[in-house]
């Protein structure tokens, strides 16, 4: 016989992943997410670590601070000092020579300027000018160039003519050394003493070094020029002013070259020698009990990367630890944490934050930000990844959302102390700053805050790790940019995630309870009776949650908004009527299919006001699912005195159709409209009828299981009937009898005077109503 061969059930093992996991108190998409986004940051974590074998963490080794063990080579190993090898190259950058190169053009304007000047002097001596027009024809022509003394000289030397040959030879001279203009705010990053200047002489280039002070510039120029003569076999005449009569005309003629100096640094660095470590077999590479230095850590960090790949022992070891991460933000998103169960919506949220969040700080520990002292998470929105989850799910997640995500980072090797700290502190300062939060503006001073509360933990990590004073303005900038950031973030965000999640965050529902919004408007227009009876019932229901610790804001506005399906046929409700009942000429099943209709129609409305869900729920809930027992007793009634009657009467098309509440807030709209409602038909409401006619109302709604589903204790009911009894009370308070005035004829049959006891029976009544109101 053949041996049947079993196919794999992937649908049970996915089950059994699942259950292994946590995930299965998720829905099917939620758990799928929470699947995928832990593989999504396994990968990431793994691949950007490396996780390498033998130095089990690198973290635990800084620099300035004592080693706690010894490091030694187990194998030979030679590594490439960066560091030690861009010193190198920097001092042998600052080595190279400023290159400066002659330039013949500026020589032969120098000297064509200055035959131009011997030329006109010759063609004045041939005129035989007088020395005063001599010195006035050189003056117009080069004003304010020569001295008086200079030019007399001239004129009356016997060998004049002579001067201008002698000058050219004393000017080729000079530009043959080079007059070189230095321009030394350039030179700063060259060598300081010597410079290479470059002379072209027709194919070939010849080069030369010289030292700074022997250069010949503007400065120096007629001294070196004076030496050159008084040194030749010029006549004594022309060597006593060839210094006044040449300097006009001397010229810069060797010029900084840029271009080929950073020719020459670009060959320095081709040619430098990389600096290379050697370490043999059982050397040390860090010392116990000695301080480690930036050559240690460069070292070991070689040592590292020198080492074989990826260590499955601590690939398994991080796997599992992020393993233990999620599996704690499943039991944080329990009911147990949260208080309530989440909607799917919101554990997408959840997922998808902690997947950017460890991903995206697995990302930032790879970058190199070339300081010890800066902690990575400085670079990580945490504040934002915590404020969009208090504002959008619940501020106690947020809270330990914010502990549970840096911890994540921490032990999958993202974060070290210094970053986990930093985090840390500006997760709590983001989740303790939204509890006050009323409208969105608030967000903003929410970010001015944590922008100062990561200032302080910033100076503190920096005090810690010594650094230097000149550290901390990039550090403490980039600190309070964080919060800044994560603040003007959640503005724009929270927008459009309230309303891709439908959620009822504390600002949106501030802007729902705004009693000018038009759907509230329109409600008071077309049933200005159940207006009035939900502006009631909200008062009693945010007063009972103030007092038993639910959320009141959430309670008023879906008060506000519960009959809202009682637009469309308002005449059909006892609060809108005035003299006639419809209900009157109606069969009960149908008067009681239009009562019921309302709960129908308030959702339709709800949906197309895009109100958020729980608002939705209150309106579906704040009936449960109770028997409208008034038409229900009619139909009974009517039963028994028509025989011919076949079809019975049936409870379930006399109730509601919607289900008991299921939120703590649902439950107190529930109680407080039937309370505002039952309250109205006593005649003389006092404190002790009201008391005992709530707490018949409560049982009521006990007994028919309507309140089983709301977590709502006994401590809770009697709280919320004495709120409700407290807010009544100042309602139907009871009022003075006014005396009645008599009538202006009875006081006055003759023509309009009024006696003194109609007056004063006037300031008496004012005198009690003042009083009442006071």
Request: net charge negative; aromatic share 10%.
């Amino acid at each position: 016989m053949k041996k049947q061969i079993r196919k794999p059930n992937f649908k049970k093992a996915g089950l059994i992943l699942l259950n292994v996991l946590g995930f299965t108190n998720f829905s099917r998409g939620p758990a799928l997410a929470a699947v995928a986004g832990l593989i999504l940051t396994s990968i990431i974590v793994i691949s950007s670590h490396g996780f390498r074998s033998g130095l089990s963490d690198l973290r635990e080794f800084e620099v300035g601070k004592v080693a706690d063990r010894d490091v030694v080579v187990e194998k030979p190993f030679s590594f490439v000092d960066e560091a030690a090898t861009r010193l190198r190259i920097e001092a042998q950058e600052r080595l190279v020579p400023a290159v400066f190169r002659f330039n013949s053009e500026a020589a032969e304007d120098s000297l064509a300027d200055w035959e131009a000047f011997f030329a006109l002097s010759l063609k004045l001596f041939q005129k035989e000018v007088s020395l005063a027009a001599f010195a006035l024809a050189v003056q117009a022509e080069y004003p304010g160039e020569f001295s008086g003394g200079v030019l007399e000289f001239f004129y009356s030397d016997e060998d004049r003519e002579k001067f201008g040959e002698y000058g050219s030879i004393a000017l080729k001279n000079l530009y043959e050394r080079g007059v070189c203009l230095v321009p030394r705010d350039s030179l700063g990053l060259y060598n300081p003493d010597t410079a290479e200047v470059l002379l072209v002489n027709g194919t070939r280039t010849e080069s030369e070094h010289i030292h700074y002070s022997d250069m010949i510039t503007m400065e120096n120029a007629v001294e070196a020029l004076n030496q050159h003569i008084s040194g030749g076999t010029f006549p004594p005449a022309f060597a006593l002013i060839a210094g006044e009569l040449l300097q006009p005309f001397i010229r810069e003629n060797v010029f900084f070259s840029e271009e080929d100096t950073r020719r020459q640094v670009a060959g320095i660095r081709v040619r430098v020698e990389p600096v290379v470590h050697h370490f043999e077999q059982g050397e040390q590479v860090i010392r116990k009990d000695f301080i480690i230095t930036e050559e240690n850590m460069r070292a070991l960090r070689a040592l590292n990367q020198s080492l074989p790949g990826q260590n499955p022992r601590l690939v398994a070891g991080h796997l599992l630890l992020l393993f233990l991460v999620f599996r704690l933000l499943v039991f944080l998103g329990s009911r147990r944490i949260t208080g309530r169960h989440l909607e799917d919506p919101e554990v997408f949220l959840i997922i998808v934050l902690s997947t950017i969040y460890l991903s995206g700080a697995a990302f930032a520990a790879c970058l190199s930000l070339n300081t010890e002292s800066f902690p990575v998470s400085i670079l990580m929105p945490t504040a934002l990844l915590i404020m969009l989850p208090a504002i959008l799910v619940s501020p106690r997640l947020a809270l330990v959302l914010g502990m549970a995500l840096p911890l994540g980072a921490w032990v999958s090797g993202s974060f070290d102390a210094p970053a986990l700290i930093f985090a840390l502190v500006s997760a709590v300062s983001a989740s303790y700053s939204l509890e006050k939060a009323e409208n969105r503006m608030d967000i903003i001073k929410t970010g001015l805050f944590i922008a100062a509360v990561n200032c302080v933990a910033a100076v503190a990590i920096l005090l810690t790790r010594w650094t230097g004073f000149a550290g901390f303005p990039p550090i403490l900038f980039w600190a309070a940019f964080n919060g800044l950031a994560s603040g003007m973030l959640v503005m724009g965000f929270l927008p459009v995630l309230e309303q891709m999640m439908n959620a009822a965050t504390t600002f949106r529902l501030r802007e729902l309870s705004d009693l000018n919004s038009p759907a509230l408007k329109k409600l008071f227009a077309a049933a200005p009776g159940t207006y009035s009876h939900s502006i009631m019932v909200a008062n009693l229901a945010e007063a009972a949650c103030q007092d038993i610790g639910a959320n009141a804001l959430l309670a008023r506005v879906g008060a506000y908004y519960h009959d809202l399906g009682k637009m469309e046929q308002s005449e059909y409700f006892v609060e809108n009527q005035r003299d006639y009942n419809p209900h009157d000429d109606l069969a009960p099943r149908l008067s009681a299919t239009i009562i019921r209709s309302h709960v129908r129609i308030g959702l339709e409305k709800a949906r197309q006001l895009g109100l958020p869900r729980q608002v939705q729920d209150i309106i579906v809930e704040h009936h449960g699912n109770s028997l409208i027992s008034w038409f229900y007793d009619k139909a009974l009634k009517q039963e028994k005195s028509d025989s011919r009657k076949k079809s019975p009467v049936s409870a379930e098309d006399f109730s509601y159709p919607g289900t008991p509440p299921r939120s703590r807030e649902s439950a107190v709209v529930m109680l407080a409209d039937v309370t505002e409602a039952a309250v109205r038909t006593l005649k003389k409401p006092t404190v002790s009828s009201m008391e005992k006619y709530i707490r018949e109302l409560f049982n009521n709604k006990v007994e028919h299981g309507q309140l089983s589903r709301a977590e709502l204790t006994f401590k809770d009911l009697e709280t919320i009937k004495n709120a409700f009894v407290r807010v009544l009370a100042g309602h139907y308070h009871s009022r003075i009898e006014y005396p009645k005035l008599p009538s202006r004829e009875q006081n006055d049959p003759a023509g309009g005077k009024t006696d003194n006891n109609s007056f004063f029976a006037v300031e008496a009544a004012g005198t009690a109503a003042e009083g009442e109101n006071k």
